[in-house]
C-alpha cells in the first residue's frame, strides 16, 4: 500500500558525508512519522533517526550532532544527511513511514534499503 524510492548510499571514505532521501507514496491514508533504521552485519536493526508530520525528531545517540533528519510533507520525503561518517555508520539504512487513516491508527512500512559503507 506504501510505495518507496530510495537513493543516496554508496561507499565513503571516513569523514566524508552522504545524504540519503526516500519518497513515499500511499493511495489512500496519510503517511505520518518517517524516518529511517540501520542494520549492520551481525547486530539487530536500529533507530537511527525520525521525524513527526509536525516536525519533531529524535535522533541514535550514536549519531547526534553528525546526522540531520528533515521532510517535504508535500512531498512525502524524508532526508537523513549523515556527516563525519565513521566505519561504524557502515550497514543497511531502510526508510520507514508510519501509514493508516488516523494518527493513532497506523503501521510501519519499510523501504527496500539502501548500502552505506564507509572505509577507507
Known amino acids: 500500500q506504501v510505495q518507496f524510492v530510495e537513493s543516496g548510499g554508496g561507499l565513503v571514505q571516513p569523514g566524508y558525508s552522504l545524504r540519503l532521501s526516500c519518497a513515499a507514496s500511499?493511495?489512500?491514508?496519510?503517511?505520518?512519522?518517517m524516518g529511517w533504521y540501520r542494520q549492520a552485519p551481525g547486530k539487530q536493526r536500529e533507530l537511527v533517526a525520525f521525524?513527526?508530520?509536525?516536525?519533531?525528531?529524535k535522533y541514535a545517540e550514536s549519531v547526534k550532532g553528525r546526522f540531520t533528519i528533515s521532510r517535504d510533507n508535500a512531498k512525502n520525503t524524508v532526508y537523513l544527511q549523515m556527516n563525519s561518517l565513521n566505519p561504524e555508520d557502515t550497514a543497511v539504512y531502510y526508510c520507514y513511514a508510519d501509514y493508516g487513516p488516523r494518527i493513532d491508527s497506523t503501521r510501519k512500512y519499510w523501504g527496500q534499503g539502501t548500502q552505506v559503507t564507509v572505509s577507507s
Open positions: 521525524i513527526s508530520s509536525g516536525g519533531s525528531t
Open positions: 500511499g493511495s489512500i491514508f496519510s503517511i505520518y512519522a
